[in-house]
């Protein structure tokens, strides 16, 4: 894995920009050969049952692992020091997102690599362009949103003071939209951004593929194809990101043989669909429908493209007959005890439907509101509050009424939508162009906004690669396939 990633670092480095600092690219390369021997080499880590981080950690091994982890935050943030572009950014951070352990270190907080790296990049950006011209350009790329996203971010501020919560989850959109700001700046600069980012996550999405895989044909059960992910549903959530972008990889010219680029197409499709996550295939179906659909009645689309499409649909019909066929315990139709999240949600938003019940102040009230059935179902502490089940309410939307309020969340949705309205928009103008990189893109965004209305999916910071996808989107140049 280290001579892996010694020889892909560089090229990907070097092809994603063209002035990458050299010594800020080997200082990352080197954090990430350290992470690897330490955890995974020399840390006993076993690729086939998947991560079990908790007891992990309290062994000599896991010790290892936080070693590894904190060189690794240090590398970054020299090695950020040393980056002067938005691509190279941006490809540091969706490299990531697959790694987000968190765990306290010495006198370091409980934070990812990832939160060191969004930190750091933050004071450096000002320092590259300055305050007014950063001014000016945040008030370019965001419009009428970033008033909005202030508001929101003072309300939450407020909310947690009165209500005596902890800001921090809310506050955690601020890398979100750091995100959406690098990738307008990398579309603006880099025309070729676009099919660059398709590239990346290609690859990215390949590599979880492969090691869900893996673990599947170990242990032969979905609940463990969940990468480094800890769960099946963050894992097909991750590909739900990744596919598009895959499939228009394989549609674009590369050097990269095409019958390698479409097997990482259907390696991922076989992993996305053995992973039995509903919600996922849910998502992927709507987006699909809602930005394809509309280019197959067209008469002046190109047959191979047509082809591809409704081939790419019959495969993952067949492979989805085969991932039903797996022994589970839900139907392809349960809800998976979702309508109890539902009805306690609906309880608490009755009770405080206008402020919530503060940022982070959920895990100690949802006991007060759980029925005697929801009480005798699932597992508890051993103080009596529940535990897993219970960790939040599986709909973002829902779960952000209940925290802020119908305030906060008409201020969210003021923020978060109108973004998200953009990068549609121009999805669905292109789109006269014919088939493009955005429509591929754009499905991405769709399965992201219907996948959590079942789950919470910006729990492993799968938000920032959606801000890079509505970034790109808005201000990348149009690609046709």
Partial sequence: MSRLLIEFMPPLAANSVKETDSVGKWILVGGFVALYRLLLVNGNYDWRIGPDLHPFLQTAPGQTFLCGLFIFSLSLIVAGLCFTNAPTWITMILLLVPFEFSRPFLFFPKLTPLDYLIAISIPVLV????????????????????????????????????????????????????????????????????????????????AVTLHGL??????????????????????????????????????????????????FVVFSVLAFMLSYSRGAWLGMGIGSLITLGPLLLRTGLHQRQRFTILGGGALIVVVMIVAMLQRSERSPLSLSGRNRYWQAGSRIAKDHPWIGLGPGNYASHIDSYLSIEDRQLFKTDNAGKPILFWQHLHNLYLQLVIDLGLIGFALWVGGFGLLVWRALRNVHAQMASGLCVSTFLGISVIAFLVHNTVDIITVNSFDVVFAVLLGTIQFGTIERL
């Fill in 214 to 263: 893996y673990q599947y044909a170990h242990i032969h059960d979905y609940t463990r194809l969940q990468g480094l992910f800890l769960q099946h549903n963050i894992f097909s959530a991750f590909l739900s990101l990744c596919l598009p972008a895959m499939v228009a990889y394989a549609l674009r010219p590369s050097k990269i043989p095409s019958f390698v680029r479409w097997g």
């Fill in 127 to 206: 320092l590259q362009s300055g305050p007014w011209t950063l001014f000016q350009r945040i008030k370019t790329t965001f419009g009428v949103s970033i008033i909005c996203w202030l508001a929101f971010f003072l309300y939450c501020l407020v909310s947690a003071r009165l209500l005596h919560g902890n800001p921090r989850g809310p506050l955690r959109w601020i890398g979100f939209l750091m995100l959406y700001y690098v990738a307008a700046r990398a579309s603006q600069e880099f025309p070729s951004w676009p099919a660059r980012l398709c590239a990346i996550l290609s690859w990215i999405g390949t």
